[in-house]
């Protein structure tokens, strides 16, 4: 498979003619060749973008909506395509793939496209004039997303952009382009009008870059590491563009003296080790009442040791591979230090060698460890695999100081039989999105972001909406 670049509604060629190999991360194969696009590429889809933008951002907004609706139509066909073309791309099992990423990549559509239909009017009166608020479209936008939820990432950013009458430059992770390019098909087949979205495959440091730098890129929505993030804010506050940044997480999972523990066990395994743990979501860090830490742990780590690490296209495989060599050799790293931080590894713990296909697969066995102090780096650096630590504490007001003891504050859960107490403990987590009894439960209208290093801004709902637009108010004096 060769991937080009979709510019202008057309399938490209990079200008330097040069191209990367995309691999599977479970088979460690060359699946695609794809464009190791420069600054070049970057300049021709902008010019793309803000040649179509007079025409998209003055298309009326009902009109802007029935498209996002063909977009959804036109995906939905291919859902299962999205999902394996996503499994071989990532080493996620297929039927995460399609439970999660196929899915989520239609709904986004649909979902932005009934939320800006029902959009409440902004009013506010006063006792001599009436305050109205528009939305104009911010412009030309630049969309940066990460691998390890490819298309449902790149969506939930390309739907509200284009339902507010902005164009787009995204690019998406240069480890995970097949969906991106998929989606681009989707836009072919359905004439969706040129040069509204653009998509440039390449390397973050050079494609990304030059989409952040880019004078006439007006806004940009970037999620991926915190480095990363720090980089982008560089480039992007002194230009004073609008900025989201969604970031790393070490989500606290917090498990409470009175909690069902087998309910508990089952979300803290599931909160650590879906996709191998690299969703942002993920609980890395599982925190214990000290009264049930035993009883609990040995719950877990037989809920964990009964998971099936193997290939990802098989029905019955709950983890696949990490996304790459070199990210496993980072994971295995940490397993290594906390070994030496005189960490007890409970289950996993080690690379898997497993039968062919997937011989020279990037898998690691789920993996728990305890007996490392909370504030050690394998308790507060951003490990995402399949590694949780696990951490005792004796009562709530501890397990909340341990939680906020990071410099991220993403995500995290509490499990309790009483919910007020719950929702007490939810309520002083330094955290954009926490949890009661439950973990990655999601009403697409929520406000979704980090606080501290995890990110500056929401998504979801409204808050997307905002965000790719420029909001406008009018003040008209009473006659
Ligand atoms: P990276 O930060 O490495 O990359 C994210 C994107 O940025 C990629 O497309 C990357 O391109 C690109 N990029 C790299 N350098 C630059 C640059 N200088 N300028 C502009 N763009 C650049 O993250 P990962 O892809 O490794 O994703 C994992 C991270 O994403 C984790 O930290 C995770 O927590 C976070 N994440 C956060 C979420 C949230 O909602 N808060 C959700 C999902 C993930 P390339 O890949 O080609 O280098």
Known sequence: MQLENYIEGKFIPPFHGNYLENLNPAENIVIAQIPESTAEDVELAVKSATNAQPIWSTTPLNERIDWLRKIAAALDLRKSEIAMLESIDTGKPVKLAERVDANRSVSNFTFFADHAENLAELRFEM??????????????????????LPLYLLTWKIAPALVMGNTIVAKPSELTPLTANLLCEVLDSINFPKGVINIVHGLGSIVGQAIVEHPKISAISFTGGTATGKIVA??????????????????????LDDADLSIAAQGAARAA??????????????????????????????????????NPQLTDTDIGSVISQEHMNKILSYIDLAANEHGRILTGGKQLSLPKPNADGAFIAPTLIDRIPID??????????????????SSDEEAIDMANLTQYGLAGSVWTSDTERGKAVAEQVESGILWVNTWLHRDLRTPFGGVKNSGVGREGGDWSL?????LTNICVKDD
């Open 376 to 393: 050690s780096r394998c308790a507060t650096e951003e490990i995402f695999g399949p590694v949780a630590t696990i951490h005792r504490f």
């Open 127 to 148: 006792a001599d004039a009436t305050n109205y608020v528009i939305r104009k479209p911010v412009g030309t936008v630049g969309l940066i997303t990460p691998w390890n």
């Open 234 to 255: 560089a480039t992007a506050a002194p230009m004073f563009k609008k900025l989201s940044l969604e970031l790393g997480g070490k989500n606290a999972t917090i498990i």
């Open 466 to 470: 905002n965000f790719f637009s420029e």
């Open 273 to 310: 080790f879906t996709n191998s743990g690299q969703v942002c979501l993920c609980g890395s860090r599982i925190l214990v009442a000290d009264a049930i830490y035993d009883e609990f742990v040995e719950k877990l780590v037989s809920e964990v040791s009964n998971m099936t690490v193997g």
